[in-house]
């Protein structure tokens, strides 16, 4: 069966001030339909430009990024658009809503963007409300939102577009321990009930324990890839 | 939803957004009513300056406007004045003999333009009779003159002398008379009233030799601003014969000077503009740095770039439009008081604006066309400054943008 993630000796290289400095350096990746995987690491390890280079967020230097079979790597940066739209979800760190919309306006978003209908938008928005537990926050603008509840919603928003794999930036970093194990329970129960691939960078050893492959990362190379049963 | 978005976009800093519409209605409020008021202004003196005399148009043989004799002048102008007459947008017109002469009092002469006039059309065109100072207004049958201040003054005439007139007539003929002085009148216009005599129609023809003849019809119109509709229709329905001259080929020098005073209040309101275009500037740069992370995680998220830069775009020119709409809204109330309560002179401004026949007054002159076309000038600003946020987005980055 083909890995929902191929990525293959991935290289980034930035210049600073006339000298290259690898960001990644030979990245091979293979992630299967409902694997649960936390990129680790210690800053500057590479994990979110390995995470932005698996979004088609960014390009490689070299190698390259298959999604179910597409290379996203040769693709235009206005296609690698509607491919993320249609097939990744994203959560990042903080401030990834939109703060003018409700939290139910920001997940029919990116089902907007996909032209869905009104009505299929609405429930499909109240359903993953429901899901990620805050059907009552569901017209509350993200300031009236606690950290805990805005990820929440980013999580219930990364998956309203039906993607192939969600990837989540630090999702933890600015949330308190309790916010944090109740948004991996939610997490958890998605990628068990639901198959939902979540591929996540992280430093928090909260985070870590409940991963059930952990990829570690150091100098932008993977040193080592540990499956947990 | 984009359009809420969009909404709710530009109401997220209500201070700042306000800000910048007031900047915006400001400047409209401030160009709208000084346009207003400049055409108003222009307006007053042109209707001043055409019921002096001149009409707003005049009807000539071909050739007269060039070389003023009476050997351009026209006959049997009846047909002529009831096809003028019946243009719409006529209001009056006046059938007038024009040549110049010699006037003569004891020992003195003076050069003057003699008018042969028809009283009853004068007193409607011009109001000539209310620009009496001394004596009574002319009849159609009288023979006698109506005779400049100014001119009168120079003559040393008063009322009941007599007048010697000498000059050429129709076809080299001598035209020569006298003439007892029936009235004087004041024109402000200084060169009208050191020169203007004025007979009745019938007798200046006698006078002349000319028979039937004219040499100008002065015509008024009701809609000033079909002046060059009206001039052109007229010219249709009279042939190639007659010439059709509106107060602008009549008058160059004041068209000239009302064309400069328009670029004047351009260059005065670019400068308005140009700082509102650099407030508004500043308020998008301020917007687009406040709104990075959000602009790199909408397109992460898979909202294209056209679509994010259309939501820019549109946010810029709803808060232009809205600013422009209340700048509008505001103006209406302030260009209407000022048309029926014009800013009023006194003293001396005002005795100097009386000196050249005109009234001391700077009423405002409500057009719509000024209200769209200063709205319009603000929303092609926004439109200018609305490339900014296009090309930033399209240059911009998701993961450069989302960097902290």
């Not at chain 1, 308190?176 to 990628?191: R, T, W, Y």
Request: include cysteine; proline fraction near 4%; charged fraction near 20%.
């Amino acid at each position: 069966m083909e890995p929902i993630i191929d990525a293959h000796n991935l290289v980034k290289v930035y210049n600073e001030k006339g000298i290259p400095v690898y960001a990644v350096n030979g990245v091979h990746l293979h992630i299967e339909k409902g694997e649960f995987v936390a990129l680790v690491g210690p800053s500057g390890s590479g994990k979110t430009t390995v995470l932005n280079m698996i979004g088609g967020l960014d390009k490689p230097g070299k190698g390259y990024v298959r999604i179910a079979g597409v290379n996203i790597s040769e693709m235009s940066a206005d296609k690698l658009i509607q491919f993320r739209l249609r097939n990744i979800g994203f959560v990042f760190q903080s401030y990834n809503l939109i703060p003018v919309l409700t939290a139910k306006e920001n997940i029919e978003f990116v089902m907007l963007l996909q032209k869905q209908k009104a009505e299929e938008r609405e429930k499909r928005a109240l359903e993953l409300l429901a899901q990620v537990g805050i059907s009552d926050k569901a017209d509350m603008r993200p300031s009236e939102l606690s950290g805990g509840q805005q990820q929440r919603v980013a999580v219930a928003r990364a998956l309203a577009s039906k993607p192939r794999f969600v990837l989540a930036d630090e999702p933890t970093a600015n949330l308190d321990s309790v916010s944090a194990s109740n948004l991996l329970d939610i997490m958890e129960k998605l990628n068990r009930e639901e198959e939902v691939t979540f591929i996540f960078s992280t430093h928090d050893q909260r985070v870590i324990d409940r991963a059930h492959r952990v990829i570690t990362l150091q100098d932008g190379k993977v040193v080592s890839d540990t499956k947990r049963t | 939803m984009i359009t809420k978005l969009i909404w709710r976009n530009i109401w997220r800093n209500r201070r700042r957004t306000l800000i910048t519409m007031s900047s915006v209605a400001f400047a409209v409020v401030l160009a709208v009513c000084m346009k207003s008021l400049q055409d108003g202004v222009f307006d007053n003196l042109v209707k001043s300056l055409v019921s002096y005399y001149s009409g707003y148009i005049q009807v000539h043989k071909r050739g007269y406007n060039d070389e003023q004799n009476l050997e351009h002048s026209l006959d049997g102008p009846d047909t002529l004045l009831n096809t003028i007459a019946n243009h719409p947008n006529v209001s009056g017109l006046a059938a007038r003999i024009e040549t110049y002469t010699l006037a003569a009092a004891g020992s003195v002469t003076q050069g003057c333009m003699l008018a042969g006039i028809v009283p009853s059309q004068e007193k409607l065109l011009t109001g000539l009779d209310s620009k009496i100072i001394s004596g009574t207004y002319l009849r159609e049958s009288d023979k006698a003159l109506l005779v400049s201040e100014g001119l009168a003054a120079k003559l040393r005439v008063g009322l009941g002398d007599t007048l010697v007139l000498l000059g050429q007539g129709f076809r080299g003929n001598t035209a020569a008379g006298m003439y007892p002085v029936q009235s004087i009148v004041h024109f402000g216009a200084p060169v009208l009233n050191e020169s203007m005599l004025f007979l009745p129609l019938k007798e200046a023809q006698e006078f002349l030799s000319t028979g039937n003849r004219v040499t100008t019809i002065a015509v008024n119109i009701r809609d000033a601003a079909a002046l060059n509709v009206t001039s052109h229709e007229l010219k249709k329905r009279i042939g190639p014969e007659l010439e059709v001259l509106t107060w602008k080929e009549m008058m160059p020098e004041i068209e000239g000077h009302i064309r400069a005073d328009a670029v004047n209040f351009y260059l005065f309101i670019g400068v308005l503009y140009l700082l509102i275009a650099f407030g508004m500037f500043g308020t998008l740069l301020m917007m687009l740095t406040e709104r990075k992370f959000e602009l790199g995680m909408l397109m992460a998220i898979g909202m294209r770039k056209r679509v994010l830069s259309t939501m820019l775009v549109a946010e810029t020119l709803l808060i232009t439009f809205l600013g422009a709409l209340a700048g509008a809204v505001i103006s209406f109330p302030v260009v209407k008081y000022f048309e029926y309560n014009p800013i009023r002179f006194t003293g001396d401004m005002a005795a100097a604006y009386r000196q050249f026949g005109f009234d001391p007054v700077w009423p405002a002159i409500f057009v719509p066309s000024v209200f769209v076309e200063q709205t319009l000038i603000v929303m092609a600003i926004a439109a200018v400054i609305s490339f900014y946020p296009l090309v930033t987005v399209y240059k911009l980055n998701p993961v450069e943008a989302m960097k902290r």
